[in-house]
């Protein structure tokens, strides 16, 4: 299935490297051997030499690569993290996060190149970027500082998640 590019996105193949530039970044990726890439009037065609699986498995992978580059280049991607405990809070640092987890220290966090980490709410911290791995990357390393427990819910979240909830102790009988 081919990737129609958006205007003002260009993408071009050369010594087996795929380069997407547009309004929010340039991205690049590393071309698999077998993979054969045309760009034409607009539309990014992934191609496959035969039908065996391992071709097969390749063709989808690149071809949703290059259309999470296309995506990202034009629209980007953003994670959204609910912080729930009580004291424990976020605050803005330069290009990072400073996070306050009911640890005796806090946690110093540098967004790493091409993420742009925001804190609109003391316990929401919301990651951006044209890189859907990045981002992805970077959120799942904030939420791992303090993943939610399962008996009072606490910790960091994605916005989206449903965190199921264990009973905890009875009064004994």
Known sequence: MP?????GVEAEQSDGMLRVKGP???LEMRIPPDMTITIDGGV???ERPSDTRQNRAM????????ANMVEGVTNGFRKTLQIIGVGYRAEKTGSGIRLHLGYSHHIDYDAPEGVVIDVPQPTTVVVEGPDKQKV???AAEIRGFRPPEPYKGKGIRYDDEQVRR???KTAGA
């Open 3 to 7: 990737v129609s590019l958006p205007k």
């Open 24 to 26: 929010n970044g340039d």
């Open 44 to 46: 990014l065609v992934v």
């Open 59 to 66: 063709h989808g992978l690149t071809r949703a690569l290059a």
């Open 136 to 138: 992805g990357q970077t």
């Open 166 to 168: 264990k009973a905890g």
